[in-house]
């Protein structure tokens, strides 16, 4: 008997020691810390310790953003994972759980925090398409009213303590952002600002790189925190970087001094959109060699000649935006989401035949991304309109 107890707990001590070896602690500061998941790979939670329990940022069971929409409780059992690895490594219960917005790498396997106790601060349109998409797997709604505290506009967690939590609500008037609405979490007691996705930076060497394009989504990032007069030292991201030579992460974090460079060097990407889509049809029409020939010479972005079409769809220049995405499709050729903006500019510029056309090309090439593009675009013209 003695022999058979020491072996069950030789079993049970591996199998703990396994569990915990997926995740992988990194302290930024004496209270706050980065939890990186195997299963999710770059995306990290953050955990912010208080004397008697925790607050966690974000839950990235997977690496997946908003690629997934449904089945959306496939991730529990990661969840219940990672819920065990806390207890063990803290011994504290966690309050809240704070989700920026509805993709998979912020809000996904919830169910066993509500459980456990922990009350969820997500914006009110996030937690409805959540469940709309199956993140409590069948479970009773209501049971978990009580632990929801959706926001609507900037609020303020935990006032009483040392370390509050300004949770702040960016509302329609901010146009870059990954999902209809979005909150960012900032700790006046560090002056650390974590924005997740929107702090979509990167580390460049300004020698090397003198002249780069930044992600709108900075732009956003600015505005947040120059229209609140916030003075922010440290900004953190949700997705880590990986250095190939050190095959390891690079930190989550930038300092201020970085974030203020890289603004001042870059440019954002909004700008240079505008500037090709006011480009003259004219032009597009005859000098497209030359065009070709600057963005392989640029090495521009595909996705930036993307953008420039959807630019000129909403401003109603239906045949610019055809004409942008035909370069764009001899540009990066074979690009099933590139033929998808072809079709969708060939709908919006009156072009049926060519829309009908693009649209079985597409179901032919992936009928599991693309079973019906034509719908889609009808969809997103009625949803502008």
């Known amino acids: 008997m003695k022999t ?8 049970i001590s591996a199998e703990m020691a396994a569990q915990k070896s997926q995740f992988t602690r990194t302290s930024f500061s004496k209270e706050i810390s980065f939890i990186r998941f195997d299963s999710a790979q770059a995306a990290q939670s953050t955990v912010i310790e208080y004397p008697k329990f925790l607050v966690v940022i974000e839950l990235p069971m997977i690496e997946e953003g908003g690629g997934r929409s449904t089945n959306l409780e496939e991730d529990i059992p990661k969840a219940e994972k990672y819920l065990a690895y806390l207890e063990d490594e803290y011994r504290k219960p966690i309050k809240y759980v704070l989700s920026s917005h509805w993709h998979l790498h912020s809000l996904s396997g919830i169910t066993p925090f509500f459980n456990q106790g922990a009350k969820l601060v997500t914006a009110k349109t996030n937690w409805k398409y959540s469940l709309d998409n199956g993140l409590l797997n069948g479970k009773d709604v ?7 505290i959706t926001i609507t506009r900037d609020t303020t967690l935990l006032r009483d303590t040392k370390n509050p939590i300004d949770v702040l609500f960016l509302d329609k008037s901010y146009t ?4 209809k609405d979005y909150l960012f979490f900032y700790l006046p007691a560090s002056k650390t600002m974590h924005a997740s996705c929107m702090c979509a930076m990167a580390t460049i060497d300004f020698k090397q790189r003198p002249e780069f394009v930044y992600n709108d989504r900075v732009s956003d990032l600015k505005k947040a925190i120059t229209t609140r007069k916030m003075q922010v030292d440290n900004l953190i991201k949700l997705s880590a970087e990986y250095d190939k ?3 390891t992460y690079k930190p989550v974090t930038f300092t201020n001094s970085y974030y203020s460079e890289f603004k001042q060097r870059g440019t954002p990407m909004h700008v240079i959109v505008q500037n090709y ?16 020939h600057h963005l392989v010479d640029k090495k521009v972005s595909p996705g930036i000649i993307n953008s420039a079409v959807y630019d ?5 220049q239906f045949q610019n935006a055809v004409e942008w995405a035909r370069i764009l499709n001899l540009y990066s050729v074979g690009e099933n989401s590139f033929i998808d903006t072809l079709g969708e500019a060939c709908f919006r510029a009156g072009d049926a035949s060519m829309a009908q056309y693009y649209s079985k090309l597409l179901a032919q090439r992936d009928a599991k991304s693309f079973p019906d593009a034509l719908k889609t675009w009808e969809k997103n013209k009625a949803n502008e309109d």
Do not use: G, H, M, V
């Not at 209501?142 to 929801?148: C, E, P, T």
């Not at 870059?176 to 999902?179: C, D, L, V």
């Not at 000129?312 to 109603?316: A, D, G, P, Q, Y």
């Open 245 to 247: 030579e050190t095959k």
């Open 142 to 148: 209501n049971a978990f009213n009580k632990q929801l």
């Open 176 to 179: 870059f952002k990954p999902t």
């Open 312 to 316: 000129c769809i909403r401003s109603k």
């Open 277 to 292: 889509s006011k480009c003259s049809l004219e032009k597009l029409t005859l000098q497209r060699d030359s065009i070709l």
């Open 4 to 11: 058979f107890a020491i072996i069950l707990f030789a079993l």
